[in-house]
């Protein structure tokens, strides 16, 4: 199956779903830190070329992303995949995602909500129904927005 006709995913690495162009484009990083990442919701999920259980998530979460979420402002999307965890990957910038984020199960769903100085990560392990996503994302922006607008009653 086919994720983007600009990229085949069985090359190890970390990218970034570009809403512009609706394109996974692969980032170069020398590390992976919370700089990495946007103000905003940041989604990386964390995959692995020899995970059934992966190949099985692809087909909720690529669709998901790019049909149903790729133009909402201060969403983000990222994919971190390996062939098998850092064992086996070929990336240094998705095997530097992998150990940054102390990932041992896949697929696993990584939220990063953040707001200047204020972050807030969440993890799902396992595969998430289409459903379960919406409810995540959704709450991830309310947790944004709130973080958005404490900060501006506290700087006035």
Known sequence: MVMNKNLSFKSNGLYFFDSSTLNWL???CEEVNLN???????FVYFSNNF???CRLFNLVWYPFVEEKFSKKDNIYFYVALCNWFTENCDSSCARSAFLYFNIKASPTMVIIIKHKDKIIKHYFEGNIKEKFLYEILNQAIKIYENL????QTNYH
């Open 26 to 28: 692969p980032l170069a």
């Open 36 to 42: 990495l990442f946007f103000d905003g919701v940041n």
């Open 51 to 53: 995970c059934p259980a």
């Open 148 to 151: 958005a607008k404490n900060s």
